[in-house]
């Protein structure tokens, strides 16, 4: 009953935005429904719901900014007050859409799910999953060194960013390289699950130091914010799906996630600092061992009682992380005004053709080049610098103020789809792997769905390929299930033994 009133007045708060709202009951309207939604999808087993990311992505990137508009006055001094109402009213709007399609996917996933429940103790399912595991592992870290051999870093403050053109071979090896490093995204998250529940082997545990491996020299060397923040991410979400009470070991991995967000503020300003420095003085910036000694200098400088605090060059305040978050209503924003709140409905029908795109390198084919961070930065603001497109602003940039609530429906749905089923059946492979890549890609509010869109399309091509190679695998080792391990009750960490 209580799940029911709380969808009714999603609902009702949803049809209420689609009036000219101000900018104050857009907020308003905008964080009561993601605040319905999380009490929703809150229920026996799931106290913290997946989605709940998402939710706390977009209200930090869209109202947030207008509630508190003290903590963000250098970002409203570069705005117009008209244009962020309009940004925010239809933000509103679309988030409305993807609430209510939410609640619609996840109650038709409830009701015509009716495949018999495969748990952990399915020994078969077990293998098959932990052979994908140990292959997006293996291919991930192979992906890693070959384009660290061959391209290496990439550091763009030594000018030593490779330049290839994006409809040469080489650029669609090096889309395919990504493609595959991107791997460890479910590599950790299916990891994560499986160390909980006491499912892994060693050779597991063995790929995942590896993993680990393979993202040092990005935060060390890259001084990447982006690599640490998705590693809490994905381990945030490992706590949703296993977590079935709440208690204060939560609350304070929650705190110390907070912290070590906060943290890598400070010790990749400092860092990037102190690398340029370098630079400028000639120093070999490619050698580890100096972006070591750079990389440890700048977290003894970020923390509050290391005598090397005092020598810290660089300042961080609240401002500074705050606008890495608020870039959804910004990005948006800037989108509304460059083009004079007329969307230009840039290759409308060809979004449709982008799983197939997908596919093709461009290489062979002339494939139309959808607005991206890159394309925004320098037909809009004149400069190289990337600037974000967000969901809401490729909606709008291809199919117009009603794409926006077109668009974010399509990802209600889908999402509701793929998080219900993974807590129905938890062996759903291709689901987890699904659910896993849409999350990451809108927790980061400025990232556009077109890209996500076109990573699941080629990751569906990896699935199928580890699908069709599971039978020949079985065969080589005797008919026996691949890498298969009995599956050993555990007390605790949402894990129920076999009846």
């Not at 090096?174 to 909980?196: C, E, N, T, V």
């Not at 860092?271 to 061992?289: A, H, I, L, N």
């Not at 062996?427 to 990573?455: P, R």
Request: glycine residues 8%; proline residues 4%.
């Amino acid at each position: 009953m209580k799940r029911n009133f709380l969808a009714y007045g999603i609902v009702f708060l949803s049809l209420c935005c689609f009036v000219d709202l101000s900018v104050g009951w857009s907020c308003f309207i905008f964080i009561a429904l993601a605040a319905l939604l999380f009490f929703q999808q809150r229920g026996l087993g799931t106290p913290l719901p997946p989605v709940f990311l998402v939710l706390l992505a977009y209200v930090l990137g869209y109202p947030v900014v207008v509630v508190i508009p003290w903590m963000y006055q250098d970002l409203w001094a570069h705005m117009n007050p008209y244009i962020i109402g309009l940004a925010m009213l239809w933000a509103c709007r679309g988030f409305a859409a993807f609430c209510c399609a939410y609640l619609l996917g996840d109650a038709l996933t409830r009701r015509f799910h009716k495949q018999k429940h495969h748990g952990w103790d399915d020994a078969e399912r077990l293998a098959y999953v932990r052979y994908a595991v140990h292959t997006f592992g293996i291919v991930a870290i192979a992906a890693w060194a070959v384009r660290q051999y061959y391209w290496g870093l990439g550091l763009t403050v030594a000018g030593a960013q490779p330049v290839v053109d994006v409809n040469s071979a080489g650029s669609s090896i090096i889309q395919a390289l990504l493609l595959l490093i991107s791997l460890r995204d479910p590599f950790f998250f299916l990891f994560g699950i499986m160390y909980i529940r006491r499912l892994h082997d060693r050779f597991m545990s063995i790929l995942f130091v590896g993993m680990v491996a393979t993202l040092l020299p990005e935060i060390i060397g890259l001084g990447s914010k982006g690599a640490i923040i998705r590693l809490l991410v994905i381990a945030t979400l490992v706590i949703a799906y296993t977590t079935r009470r709440l208690n204060l070991k939560q609350f304070c991995a929650g705190a110390l996630m907070i912290m070590i967000v906060y943290m890598s503020f400070l010790v990749i300003t400092e860092y990037r600092q102190t690398f340029s420095d370098k630079y400028r003085r000639g120093e070999d910036v490619f050698s580890f061992s100096v972006q070591a000694e750079a990389f440890s200098g700048a977290f003894l400088a970020s923390l509050p009682f290391s005598e090397k605090s005092q020598q810290r060059r660089t300042d961080v305040d609240k401002t500074d992380v705050l606008s890495r978050i608020a870039s959804g209503i910004f990005s948006f924003g800037y989108m509304l005004y460059f083009t004079g709140e007329r969307s230009p409905y840039e290759y409308a029908w060809q979004t449709f053709l982008i799983p197939v795109y997908s596919l093709v390198p461009r290489a062979l084919v002339d494939k139309p080049i959808f607005l991206n961070p890159g394309r925004f930065g320098r037909e809009y603001f004149h400069s190289s610098t990337a600037i974000s497109v967000s969901a809401l602003g490729a909606f709008y940039h291809a199919w117009g103020y009603g794409g926006i609530v077109a668009g974010m429906a399509f990802i209600g749905v889908t999402m509701a789809f793929l998080i219900r089923r993974t807590l129905l059946r938890v062996t759903a492979l291709n689901s987890t792997v699904f659910m896993v890549v849409m999350v990451m890609g809108l927790v980061e509010v400025g990232g556009s769905f077109f890209g996500a869109l076109n990573h699941l399309s080629r990751l569906a091509v990896i699935l199928l390929g580890l699908y069709l190679l599971y039978p020949m695998l079985k065969r080589l080792r005797g008919g026996h299930a691949a890498m298969a391990l009995p599956a050993m009750p555990r007390i605790g960490g949402g894990y129920e033994p076999p009846r």
